[in-house]
């Protein structure tokens, strides 16, 4: 991974973060937005300009792959790459909660 992704995605924003947990499956902006809402219960939703440019900038870095389109719909999956920088954030999470637990 180069410097660039990791200084561009790491620490990453809620908005980011939530994209590449549902992008583990292949989706499309529109049920990634209904995926979050579920898994906030409600507390996150992502306005389609937040939900376009982050899945725009992420498919240009190679975070997320464009894989087809139904129904005029795009789906995207999340690349090795994205998969490794989510891992990175998963860890850094842990860290932090783990912390907060010790303090």
């Known amino acids: 991974m180069d410097a660039h992704i990791k200084k561009v995605y790491v620490p990453m924003t809620e908005t980011g973060?939530?994209?590449?947990?549902?992008?583990?499956?292949?989706?499309?902006?529109?049920?990634?937005?209904?995926?979050?809402?579920?898994?906030?219960?409600?507390?996150?939703?992502?306005?389609?300009?937040?939900?376009?440019?982050?899945?725009s900038k992420m498919e240009k870095d190679g975070i997320i792959k464009f894989v087809k389109e139904e129904d005029k719909r795009k789906i995207y999956v999340i690349t090795k790459l994205g998969t490794d920088v989510l891992e990175l954030e998963k860890k850094r999470i842990k860290r932090l909660y783990q912390t907060l637990q010790e303090a």
């Open 17 to 55: 973060f939530y994209i590449l947990l549902c992008l583990q499956e292949e989706m499309h902006g529109y049920s990634i937005v209904q995926k979050v809402e579920e898994l906030t219960q409600g507390e996150i939703r992502l306005s389609p300009g937040t939900m376009y440019g982050s899945l």
